[in-house]
């Protein structure tokens, strides 16, 4: 089975500051990971993945997120936050070893990122 | 290209009536999903489909159907809504037999049951 945790509600940060939205995983077999995030009134739209390779991966936006498999994490970060970049944020992870091999993803609950100017 | 379109981007209905959501897609995607998003419950995926033809079930499936006739188009039928149906609906779609491939969503329904 696979799930992923996305365990803050809220995350708040000043404009200009770095962030972070944290992401962990359990999965059965190898994770391909999803960041997606969600204006207000809009429908989600993709950030960026994982699937194998370098543990940082970049995004849109200047977001990045950084693959830990020992602590089966998938962190979001920016170095440098900007009002706009409030939102909801999700992680979403499929595992390769799901059942009926139909490949369905499963998504967080959704973390509120709130940047003050 | 327009992506993933849904129809309507509104509705207010009253217990016991039906009503049909429609999801339309011109990226050629094999894969498509409808998910209901609640507050502080994230996406639940309520059926999806794997191809023209195919539906099945997922999460919450109670109280809704699903048709793929078309390719292209993904449609969600609510027979007889409740107040607990009372959420925003996404559709979204994918390429086919990829695990690593992202979904692509439309704007969402927001439906509200009197």
């Known amino acids: 089975a696979q799930s992923v945790a996305q365990p803050e509600d809220q995350v708040n940060v000043a404009e200009g500051n770095p962030l972070t939205v944290k992401c962990t995983y359990s999965v059965s077999g190898n994770p391909y990971l999803f960041w997606y995030v969600q204006y207000p009134n809009r429908g989600l739209q993709f950030l960026l993945k994982y699937i194998t390779g370098d543990n940082l991966v970049k995004g849109s936006y200047g977001f990045e997120a950084e693959f830990n498999k020992s602590q089966t994490s998938f962190h979001l970060k920016k170095p440098s936050a900007l009002v706009s970049d409030s939102a909801l944020y999700f992680c979403?992870?499929?595992?390769?070893?799901?059942?009926?091999?139909?490949?369905?993803?499963?998504f967080g609950r959704g973390t509120s990122l709130i940047v003050h100017p | 290209n327009a992506g993933v379109t849904q129809t309507p981007k509104f509705r207010v209905l009253k217990t016991g009536q039906s009503m049909t959501l429609l999801c339309a897609q011109d990226?050629?995607?094999?894969?498509m999903y409808w998910y209901r998003q609640d507050p502080g419950m994230g996406l639940r995926l309520i059926h999806y489909?794997?191809?023209?033809?195919?539906?099945a079930k997922g999460e919450v499936p109670d109280g809704y159907n699903v048709s793929r006739l078309k390719k292209q188009n993904f449609l969600l039928g609510l027979e007889s809504a409740a107040p607990s149906q009372t959420s925003v609906y996404f559709c979204?779609?994918?390429?086919?037999?990829?695990?690593?491939?992202?979904?692509?969503f439309g704007p969402g329904t927001r439906l509200t049951v009197l």
């Open positions: 990226m050629n995607h094999e894969y």
């Open positions: 979403a992870v499929r595992d390769i070893y799901a059942s009926g091999g139909s490949y369905i993803p499963t």
């Open positions: 489909s794997v191809g023209e033809g195919t539906t």
């Open positions: 979204a779609s994918s390429y086919s037999d990829s695990f690593y491939n992202e979904q692509f």
